[in-house]
């Protein structure tokens, strides 16, 4: 193996390996119960397996939005991608950095000593820095933060496994399986594949690999890394979770619940790594997401908004933004979730069968089924139980959008087969 693949697939995993990565998962197995391995499957099988088959995807067909402007078209293709961005960038995932070290670091060790405001200037003043110069941030990614990163959290991990400290009872749940693909969601892995990439294939450029084959292979190795490594620790940190659900009741949210395994396997001291573990987990993807922002929209805009630009406004809108709190930020980021990922899961998806596929009509009528799916979901989890809609096809395995997806996409084929014999009568 290059050193090249490890050093970026650690890089990869390290972006990926986050706030919602580290907080989602225990919480997805203390609902679970003895089903935690299906709770598992599904999270993995959306936020791990899909979104590292969209690296490999959108490396082979270019890279970033280029790969997906050339499958479904420009136009959809920056407003998907420009949704996505938004996402994880600006509103949802790159401010829950800070709240969730916030509350799972300072919050335990500090009490109220310390306010959220002065802390979240500090967290994004380092980010800034380790930001500003993207040429580094690969290199300080993979070869600094992940490996002290894997560390700790693997030591959580062995304790728990090591010392069971309570009996895996029943789920508390009646929808494990659609719990785990809305823990894939809110973890927001899936929908990073877009920055990802771009931020990923410039700093191999960066380090003379100009040849795409040769970047293809590059990330595809450093997909596997990332997924193998991403899938072990959330089987652990699922399985920690079933074990707390007899242990501390159902009362704690998702950054109580990890803070209170760690207490119990490994106290005070324990604690205090779990912050330091925190803190490298939400440094690390918010160096990622805020890169990926800066750098695409400099590529949209062709430099109108300069990398420079872009990464001093999302800092300031990661201070801002935080400051509401994790309940807040996790709350407002269903509803959107909901209606994002899965136009954008089915894109990407349809791109591995890229030569398969004869015309972008099949990728947008699938991206636009999925969408128009999304929207008695999206209300459905605003507003409460609609009963129509939780007679949807899929529903309780969370893909009722599925054969809507796949109705778009033969609507698409017929219209591209009508279009194309037009074409053929008008010569």
């Known amino acids: 193996m290059r050193k090249e693949t490890a050093v970026t697939g650690l890089a990869l995993f390290a972006m990926f390996f986050g706030a919602g990565n580290l907080i989602f998962p225990p919480y997805l197995g203390m609902e679970s119960g003895t089903l935690w391995p299906v709770g598992l499957l599904f999270f993995v099988l959306v936020d791990v397996v899909i979104a590292c088959l969209g690296i490999c995807a959108l490396s082979a067909a270019g890279g970033g939005e280029v790969g997906l402007q050339r499958t479904i078209g420009k136009v959809p293709a920056i407003i998907l991608s420009t949704a996505a961005i938004v996402c994880t960038g600006i509103l949802i995932a790159m401010p829950r950095t800070a709240a969730t070290t916030y509350e799972m670091a300072m919050v335990p060790i500090f009490g109220g000593s310390v306010d959220m405001l002065p802390f979240s200037i500090g967290f994004f003043a380092v980010v800034l820095a380790l930001t500003i110069t993207e040429s580094k941030v690969v290199d300080i990614i993979g070869k600094v933060l992940t490996p002290l990163l894997v560390i700790g959290i693997g030591a959580l991990i062995i304790i728990g496994i090591a010392n069971p400290f309570g009996v895996i009872g029943e789920p508390i749940s009646d929808h494990v399986a659609q719990d785990g693909i809305l823990a894939g969601y809110q973890a927001m892995d899936v929908i990073c594949v877009i920055g990802y990439t771009i931020v990923l294939l410039n700093a191999l450029r960066t380090d003379a690999f100009k040849k795409p084959r040769e970047q293809v292979r590059i990330l595809t190795g450093a997909s596997i890394i990332a997924g193998v490594l991403l899938a072990a620790i959330y089987g652990g940190l699922t399985y920690l979770g079933a074990m707390a659900g007899g242990s501390f009741g ?172 037009k074409h053929v009568h008008s010569q």
Not at 316 to 338: F, H
Request: overall charge negative; glycine content about 8%.
């Open 250 to 421: 159902q009362g704690l949210d998702q950054a109580q619940l990890i803070v209170a395994i760690t207490e119990h396997l490994m106290g005070h001291t324990g604690v205090m790594i779990l912050g330091a573990v925190v803190l490298l987990a939400c440094l690390t993807t918010a160096i990622g997401l805020i890169s990926a922002t800066a750098e695409y929209f400099a590529n949209l805009t062709h430099d109108r908004l300069t990398y420079r630009f872009g990464v001093i406004f999302c800092v300031v809108c990661g201070i801002l933004i935080c400051n509401l709190e994790l309940d807040t930020i996790i709350a407002w980021a269903s509803p959107i979730l909901t209606m994002v990922c899965p136009p954008f899961m089915s894109a990407i998806v349809l791109m591995l069968f890229a030569k398969l596929i004869p015309s972008n009509r099949i990728y947008q009528g699938a991206a636009l089924g999925a969408f128009l799916a999304s929207i008695p979901l999206t209300a459905d989890s605003i507003w409460g139980p609609i009963s129509w809609v939780e007679t949807m096809p899929l529903f309780s395995w969370g893909f009722a959008w599925l054969p809507f997806a796949i109705l778009g996409g033969v609507v698409g084929y017929i219209v591209w087969r009508i279009q194309s014999k």
